[in-house]
């Protein structure tokens, strides 16, 4: 029979109240309270359980390693995790380390700054062989490992958290092939840095979804920006970027003409150079004369 709430008042010489505050975390119970009846819910089976590794009776020391740089997303990611785990009674501690980049001696550098007191590790790494050995050593060392956003599935890892990449990559051809409406023409992709798993794996999902079911587009250049908000593209790619700019200026010309009404918005059409087509004719009667 499953313990109640009463049970582990009894158990730990406590008010069902205090135990009901500490295990719903809220107000009004001492630290040596929480712990108290953390360590009486573990010993009677009321912690919950995931993949049969029991929650902790004692508040962790948790520390990540994140690749944040100017990157928003990591970022955001890091100001979650102190938030959460700032209202979790089971963590004692969150620390984020910023990495000084992606590389495996950038990691190895971070951990050695890992606190001694600490129980857990959260890690954004590229999957190496180098950073295989790193947290092969954490793991060693008596500390759990969990992997985030992009695995590294041959380290003796407790559990990764994130999402299916490959689905992720599948998703977005799909919904980019449906979006183009049977269109062909060739599409350039940028990702982040392949040497992350994650990249890679939503790149192979994108291609074979493309290849599968839109034969008609094709990934004509791959680009790894490194996660950079701003990155020049290389030289073959800057032609193809100009048109595009071209083409949408002129369309955003175009547009801006159409709302004028009466022969002042004929003049200024003629004036740009353009032919303005009939209202049922849509969008592609556009041309310059």
Sequence with gaps: MKATVADIARSCGLSTATVDRVLNNRPGASAANRQRVMEAAK????????????????????????????????????????????????????????LAGISPSALQSAVENLSLKANGVGVIAVDHPRTRNILRELVEAGIRLVTLVSDVPAAPRSAYVGIDNRVAGRTAALLMG????????????????????????????????????????????????????????????????????????????????????????????????????????????????
């Design 43 to 98: 010993q009677l089976g009321y912690l919950p359980t995931l993949d049969q590794v029991v929650l902790p009776s004692k508040p962790a020391h948790l520390e990540f390693f994140l690749p944040i740089g100017s990157n928003a997303f990591m970022a955001d990611l890091a100001h979650h995790i102190e938030d959460y785990a700032a209202r979790l009674p089971l963590v004692a501690s969150c620390r984020i380390h910023n």
């Design 178 to 289: 449906r979006f183009l409406g049977g269109r062909t023409g060739h599409l350039a992709m940028m990702v982040g840095s392949r040497s992350y798993r994650g990249h890679e794996e939503r790149e192979m999902g994108f291609r074979s979804v493309l290849s599968e079911e839109f034969p008609n587009l094709t990934v004509s250049s791959a680009v790894e920006i490194n996660d950079e908000r701003r990155r020049q593209l290389p030289r073959h790619h800057q032609g193809a970027a100009r048109r595009t700019g071209s083409a949408r200026h002129l369309l955003r010309r175009r547009r801006t003409l159409r709302r004028r009404q009466g022969v002042a918005g004929s003049q200024a059409a003629q004036e740009a150079g353009l032919h303005l087509p009939r209202p049922d004719q849509g969008d592609t009667a556009l041309s310059r004369r």
